[in-house]
């Protein structure tokens, strides 16, 4: 059995960790002490509209008792337009294999403004799916712990309907969680789909860990997935 991927699941990786992958336990548990809340955290990795190409290994469970192990990639592209504008690409790659031998696969590639003054998510494309039209709101490039912020809103060539978000939380012992949410209801105005992405991060940007989860509402299943970078 060969599961699909939904591309907007992919969308939530849109600012990925920077290092190689690792097999070791993540750690996004709360405890030890409270970070300050004065502190600039970076949401990007420095290089990340340059030339970034990292990898994670995932393992993770399904809420229908099925193991999940996997690896994802991400590598930035030459520059390029879409939907008109100048963009920055962002290939990302996942695959995975599941305990009842079932496997996916997909490839996304995600779009970004070129300028470092007013960063924005256009959208994405892949083989099947694209974004046909959106309404962004620039991504900062700095935030404290408690901001929150809205992504963008984004219609694909199905009219399905994807809204992105953001926040940063407290990851203790001067750390923090970037959170990043993904609302996707199809044409009818239905929930599709869910996924959150909760990075543990340093103040420079520096991803320390990753937990993605996701609900698919067409077969009440959650995924989530966790690894290190």
Do not use: H
Request: hydrophobic share 35%; aromatic share 10%.
């Amino acid at each position: 059995m060969k599961y699909s991927v939904n591309i907007f699941i992919l969308i939530s990786l849109l600012i990925s960790g920077c290092g190689g992958g690792g097999n070791s336990t993540p750690n996004l548990s709360v405890g030890g002490l409270p970070t300050d809340t004065s502190i600039d955290f970076k949401l990007f990795p420095d290089n990340y509209f340059t030339n970034y190409d990292v990898s994670a290994a995932l393992t993770g469970a399904d809420n229908q008792g099925r193991t999940y192990t996997g690896n994802t990639t991400e590598k930035t592209l030459n520059e390029t337009v879409f939907l008109g504008d100048p963009a920055i690409p962002v290939q990302t790659d996942m695959v995975f294999t599941i305990s009842n031998g079932g496997f996916g696969a997909a490839s996304l590639t995600s779009y970004y403004s070129v300028d470092a003054g007013d960063r924005r998510f256009l959208g994405s494309r892949n083989n099947n799916v694209e974004t046909v039209s959106a309404t962004t709101t620039p991504i900062p490039e700095t935030a404290n712990i408690g901001d929150a912020g809205v992504i963008g809103t984004y219609i694909d060539n199905s009219n399905a309907e994807t809204s992105l978000s953001w926040k940063l939380e407290d990851g203790f012992n001067g750390n923090a969680k970037l959170v990043l949410s993904n609302v996707t209801n199809d044409q009818s105005g239905v929930l599709d789909n869910t996924f959150t992405t909760t990075y543990l991060i340093k103040p420079d940007g520096s991803r320390l860990s990753v937990e993605l989860k996701t609900f698919n509402a067409n077969i009440n299943t959650e995924v989530t997935l966790t690894g290190n970078y």
